[in-house]
């Protein structure tokens, strides 16, 4: 499990600092950290954390996301999302694991699919089945 200071994969990283307010969008290709309040989307190819002291209103989309703030988004994330027990997320989420640790609140709906990006394997409604 990544701790919340640890920056996995690429070194280099982007970090919001507290006090710091983005109103806009956000693209990366490397690591990013958010201890301020951003208004916009994010899209980040590598790990978003959401410090306990950040916040964001908008969509995301990365590789992986660990949240301890307050978080008001759709995400969409390749690998991981973590919600540790300071996280408030409303929103809908897609990924190919979840952990929520006790305490986390989270509102919206969830959908876990495999690990490869492909769409998950729905089962086909042809109506009554025939014998």
């Given amino acids: 499990m990544v701790k919340m200071n640890e920056v996995v994969g690429n070194p280099q990283f982007n970090v919001i600092a507290a006090g710091t307010t983005i109103e806009g969008n956000i693209v990366t290709n490397t690591s990013c950290r958010i201890d301020g309040a951003i208004k916009g989307n994010v899209k980040c190819n590598d790990q978003v954390v959401i410090g306990a002291n950040g916040s ?4 995301i989309q990365c590789d992986s996301i ?8 759709n ?24 952990a929520i640790e006790p305490g986390a ?23 009554p089945e025939k014998k």
């Fill in 56 to 59: 964001l209103e908008g969509d």
């Fill in 66 to 73: 660990e949240i301890a703030g307050r978080v008001k988004a």
């Fill in 75 to 98: 995400i969409t994330a390749k690998d991981m999302i973590s919600l540790r027990a300071t996280a408030v997320l409303a929103g809908d989420i897609v990924s190919s694991k979840l």
């Fill in 105 to 127: 609140n989270f509102i919206g709906n969830c959908r876990i699919q495999n690990g490869k990006g492909g769409a998950p394997i729905i089962p086909q409604n042809n109506g």
